[in-house]
């Protein structure tokens, strides 16, 4: 099996961090860490959707990397607002 390209595998790493950071909210809630995971999926989530997008249509032609792209949700951001 082929290496996927640095920048498909900078975006996977950086998603696999997004997903981590969406399910850490505590229970009960403590202000102080709810607000250091808002801050880390602002870091990590903001603009993943274009990105994916992107990379994508630069790898239309790439099978393998589509279907390791295919593996990752394209509306992210639209569902933390």
């Known amino acids: 099996m082929r290496a996927l390209p640095p920048d498909v595998n900078r975006f996977i790493d950086r998603c696999e961090t997004c997903d981590h ?10 202000p102080q860490r709810v607000q250091e995971i808002t ?10 959707d274009a990105q994916l997008a992107r990379l994508k249509e630069r790898y239309r032609n790439d099978l393998a990397v589509i279907r390791r792209l295919d593996a990752f949700e394209s509306e992210i951001e639209s569902k933390q607002q």
């Open 21 to 30: 950071v969406r399910g850490e909210f505590p229970d009960p809630p403590d």
């Open 39 to 48: 801050e880390s999926i602002a870091t990590s989530c903001t603009g993943t």
